[in-house]
């Protein structure tokens, strides 16, 4: 995408440090789409995440050093309690839902309710899509999913996070269009948002595509 690039430098000082989360069901792949976006790695045999993990990536975007904290928030609902108090701070958020799943779409509005009772009323979210490459099993067209996100006045994408498909467009989109109102302060009076202190994670300063190919997604 143009105007967006990885940062190469191993120390960067950041113009924005930003706080995105990501929702929806378990099972609709946050996990891996998180993995593919900052490792370029895919695991097909994932387990569902206990708890909140998260990792960080940096990037430049309009000119400016973007240094995101993406936390992946647990799905199972015996976790919803815990992860509910990890929205505080967040900036932007990914709501996922799964295309050959259609209750994960269903659940759509209960994430967004949750979010919105947890979160900044300003926040930026994008609705993704995700297992688009399997087409023979859809069972949400991507007409229903752009007519929720209007709905909903979300921004909207679908991904594969095994073949790739999208997965930089839609975490680049979602962080160029938080920027830009953080440039306009349109969210925040302060040029840096910080998104707390986490207990463990992955940092990721510079990464090199190697996409991998196969069929069916997570």
Known sequence: MTGVQTCALPICDPDFLLKIVLIGDSGVGKTNLLSRFTRDQFNPDSKSTI??????????IEGKTVKAQIWDTAGQERYRAITSAYYRGAIGALLLYDVTA????????RWLQEL?????????????GNKCDLQELRA??????????????LLFIETSARDSTNVQESFTTLITEVV??????????????????PEKG?????????NESGKGCC
């Open 140 to 153: 949400v067209s991507t007409e229903e999913g752009v007519e929720f996100s209007k709905s909903e006045n």
């Open 51 to 60: 708890g909140v993990e998260f990792a960080t990536k940096t990037l430049e």
């Open 202 to 210: 992955v940092s990721i300063t510079h990464q090199e595509n190697h």
């Open 180 to 197: 830009r109102r953080l440039s306009k302060n349109d969210l925040k009076d302060n040029k840096t948002v910080a998104p707390g202190q």
């Open 102 to 109: 259609a209750l994960t779409f269903n659940s759509l509005s």
């Open 116 to 128: 919105r009772e947890n979160a900044d009323s300003n926040i930026v979210v994008m609705l993704v």
